[in-house]
């Protein structure tokens, strides 16, 4: 089992960067496959971007591909979401998550896949 912990939320303005990290209790982390999910008020959590257990494979949602970069530090017990020109429509909490290698990793884009262990989730607000 595995436990989250998602840092570096916060209110910026459009066009603004930032970077969440997510830290992971456990000397296991370098077998999880972790990716991002996001969610606003009303709505389901979204898929956001995966990343494999190396971090030799990386996907992405179609809404942020070109602007978010997800990385893992293993050594750390890390993963990090590098967030580039943010949009408002980006606001949103935005939950890491884990999961043990099956298949492969585009699945965690599918509305009906959900992945065992999640963190508590950061805010990130951005203004026009």
């Known amino acids: 089992q595995v436990q989250l912990v998602e840092s570096g939320g916060g209110l910026v303005q459009a066009g603004d960067s930032l970077r969440l990290s997510c830290a992971a209790s456990?000397?296991?982390?370098?077998?999880?496959?972790m990716g991002w999910f996001r969610q606003t008020p009303g709505k389901e959590r979204a898929f956001v971007a995966v990343?494999?257990?190396?971090?030799?494979?990386?996907y992405y949602a179609d809404s942020v591909k070109g602007r978010f970069t997800i990385s893992r530090d293993n050594a750390k017990n890390t993963v990090y979401l590098q967030m580039n020109t943010l949009k408002p429509e980006d606001t949103a909490v935005y939950y890491c998550?884990?999961?043990?290698?099956?298949?492969?990793?585009?699945?965690?884009?599918?509305?009906?896949?959900?992945?065992?262990?999640w963190g508590q989730g950061t805010q990130v607000t951005v203004s026009s």
């Open positions: 998550a884990a999961d043990h290698p099956s298949g492969h990793i585009t699945r965690w884009s599918s509305s009906t896949y959900i992945p065992p262990y």
């Open positions: 990343i494999d257990w190396n971090g030799h494979s990386s």
């Open positions: 456990g000397r296991t982390f370098g077998s999880y496959v």
